[in-house]
């Protein structure tokens, strides 16, 4: 393992390579004790970790823009349509009267600043999303409905 003072090549360096150069005690960390916050790194070792995180999207707030709202391939024609920070959802189906919207979606969630906007219309008195992926949704933004004053129902059973 090379001493905190030599100069190495970092940037040639996997992440594997650099947490495998850290001196972390396995135990401490399995621990609940106080043991767990002696563990050191050394600090340029650890800034060189955060950067390379930081860099690969596992530290931000934003990691890799992914998208957060997926419709469902069920056949209730939900369109998601990504503009910026705001997440346009358009299409679904009409009930037979026509007062209710129906979306279906694999996943939804939104990341902090991300707005969902449900567009309706003013003859739509009810919009009814689901999530059917299995896992639960994680909202820390906006959900909005434009163009109608609609109630909006979103329902994940995860």
Do not use: E
């Not at 621990?31 to 563990?39: C, G, H, I, L, M």
């Amino acid at each position: 393992m090379p001493k905190h003072n030599q100069t190495t090549n970092k940037t040639s360096q996997s992440i594997p390579q650099v947490l495998a150069t850290l001196p972390v005690n396995i135990k401490a960390l399995s621990q609940k004790n106080s043991a767990f916050f002696s563990t050191t790194i050394p600090f340029k070792k650890l800034n060189l970790l955060l950067a390379t995180l930081s860099l690969t999207g596992f530290i931000s707030q934003n990691p890799l823009m992914a998208q957060t709202i997926t419709p469902a391939a069920d056949g209730t024609g939900t369109i998601v349509t990504p503009d910026g920070q705001r997440i346009d959802i358009n299409g679904g189906t009409l009930s037979p009267d026509k007062a209710n919207l129906f979306h279906s979606f694999q996943k939804f969630n939104l990341d902090q600043n991300q707005i969902a906007n449900f567009l309706s219309n003013p003859s739509i008195r009810n919009i009814l999303g689901r999530v059917t992926g299995g896992d639960p949704s994680i909202i820390n933004g906006l959900i909005q409905v434009s163009g109608g004053n609609s109630n909006l129902y979103l329902m994940n059973p995860a």
